[in-house]
């Protein structure tokens, strides 16, 4: 008697599905069945959507934002933008949250990740030479580094400030402290830490 | 000034992930930068992989299982397996793990679900009337209802024995009582309960 398996089809299916991070040999069983059952139609798109991002997306030459075949990105090609403002994230999904804002009227860099030795990322493996490029043909431009406040997004900043500081060039970072609409009883010590240092005048 | 947005070709990305079972906004744009910057091979793969699934897969025209191109699956043409016992599962997925314990030497029977008037799955929703079909075509078989065992699995199985009841077949039902290695102070009071009610001789 041979044991029961999934057809080759399925199984290729939940081999690929499994490739996605955060997904498990429970989760692809999961997604492979709702594909095969309720989501054939849904299966069909993805498939597309993926064949054509893969093959049409790619980074826009200036900032690294997401951009299809290689022109420049919607912000890099708007000449309404202040560009002696640099806002530096970094990854391309860091730039929508700052769009959302509605207040930055600036350029962006994406600096492809952040430093960490533990991942094997050095400055090597980021935009940062493009960046200091940037920096150099815009003299006396600001660049905001909006990087996470976790460790390796602080040691990315710091290693980018002292990259910048020959250059005429002012650099700024992102306040610290409390998020909107948090109670203090919520703040976790190092918050409080930040927001007691980086406090401003009321009156 | 026109604010930044992902090229559209990312945006379906992102709406066809978001349809996957499970998948939010933030785990749609964690798998679509994925895709896009380190896992372009596994996009092209994947995209592949669904594609032919759907194309390809359907089910077993007997069990309900998964097979290529209406043929009956591996169990079903197998004809050194025994016939008069009869394996009732909710989902195909739920055979493998049958098949994996390596003791059961019979056929299956796919439902496709169970009874949950609260999601609308009525009895007509799933293949009851194939299975009582099988059933008839083979007397003197028992069939092993191997349902969840939550309060929609019970519903189903006090359904099926009903039905099953007029038909010249043994129905039996998979044991309850506590998992492999678990200890007493992790049991539920209910897994208890069945436990001792099903409790077996020993001398």
Redesign the interface.
């Known amino acids: 008697?041979?044991?029961?398996?999934?057809?080759?089809?399925?199984l290729?299916?939940l081999?690929?599905?499994k490739?996605?991070?955060?997904v498990g040999s429970k989760?692809a069983?999961?997604?492979?069945?709702?594909?095969?059952q309720q989501?054939?139609n849904?299966?069909?798109?993805?498939?597309?959507?993926?064949?054509?991002?893969?093959s049409?997306?790619g980074y826009c030459p200036c900032c690294g934002?997401?951009?299809?075949e290689g022109k420049l990105?919607?912000?890099c090609s708007?000449t309404?933008?202040d560009s002696s403002l640099l806002c530096l994230v970094e990854?391309?999904?860091d730039?929508?949250p700052i769009?959302?804002c509605?207040i930055f009227?600036g350029l962006?860099h994406c600096l492809g990740g952040k430093i960490s030795p533990l991942d094997g990322v050095m400055p090597e493996d980021l935009s940062v030479e493009k960046l200091l490029e940037r920096v150099r043909a815009l003299p006396g431009c600001e660049v905001i580094l909006a990087l996470s406040s976790d460790v390796e997004g602080e040691a990315t900043a710091l290693y980018l400030a002292e990259q910048l500081s020959p250059l005429p060039c002012k650099v700024s970072r992102l306040a610290q402290g409390l998020p909107a609409g948090a109670g203090l009883g919520h703040a976790d010590p190092i918050t409080l830490m930040r927001a007691l240092q980086g406090r401003s005048g009321l009156l």
Chains 1, 2 share one sequence.
């Not at 849904?42 to 893969?54: H, K, N, P, Y």
Request: aromatic fraction near 10%; proline fraction near 6%.
């Open positions: 008697m041979k044991a029961q398996d999934y057809p080759p089809e399925v290729e299916l081999a690929s599905l490739r996605m991070p955060g989760g069983e999961r997604l492979a069945l709702w594909f095969l989501g054939r849904e299966a069909q798109r993805l498939a597309a959507a993926l064949s054509t991002a893969v049409t997306v934002f997401f951009s299809t990105c919607t912000a708007d309404t933008r990854q391309p999904t730039v929508l769009e959302r509605g009227r962006y």
